[in-house]
């Protein structure tokens, strides 16, 4: 069953966690549990979009995720491109604003074309948000923001006793804040993600693996989320 719509989050955020292990299950490729994956962000989009979502943010690659196995990390590499290729071709692309958070520097030259590529032509779009974290640590962000504040010092730009948490939330790769994050795959850490902007977010941890979640998982979380009363430390 639906939640009311003035129960219902505007922004999730998500761990796409378990493709691997999916993989192992499926006794195939630990490569193609991300493509499983990947095609499973396609329903998420329409799930979103029939339930109200306004913005999500999804943990696809973290800076861990460097040190995978070179014949992997290609394969994610692929991943990327093509489904940057496929949502330019969506007619849905028309609504959503992409914004890709993370050192994508560190990614390969046509990789990073891609992404900028992506965000570049939707970023007028209005309707809905989409922010995937790639390259992406809390506290690598944490320490980027450190660094354009303290450049921004260093040019004057900024009295460093007018420093507060809106100048710091303004410096980050994102200042929104989500609601309600999920993580998939059975682990109850939340892992160097939106360190900062998950102060105050509700949690919930499912066993099922990403590529395993269903439309019927994602309400059964909105209807969790819908009985809890967030206090924000008061």
Known sequence: MKPSDNKIPKHIGIIL??????????????WKGHEWGAKKLENLLGWSKELGIKELTLYAFSMQN????KNEFDYLMKIFKDNVHILLKDPRAKEIKVNIIGRIYL???DVQKDLREVMEKTKDNKRFILNI??????REELIDAVRKIGEQIKKGEIDIDK?????????????????????????????????YQSAYSEWI?????????????????????SKRQRRFGR
């Open 17 to 30: 966690d378990g493709n691997r292990r999916f993989a192992k299950k499926l006794m195939i490729k630990p």
């Open 66 to 69: 460097f040190n995978r196995p």
């Open 107 to 109: 990614f390969p030259e």
């Open 133 to 138: 974290a790639l390259a992406y640590g809390g």
């Open 163 to 195: 420093i507060n948490e809106e100048t710091f939330s303004k410096n980050l790769y994102m200042s929104d804040e989500p609601e309600l994050i999920i993580r998939t795959g059975g682990e109850k850490r939340t892992s160097n993600f939106l360190s």
């Open 205 to 225: 941890f499912l066993d099922k693996m990403w590529p395993e979640f269903e439309k019927e998982d994602f309400i059964e979380c909105l209807n969790e989320y």
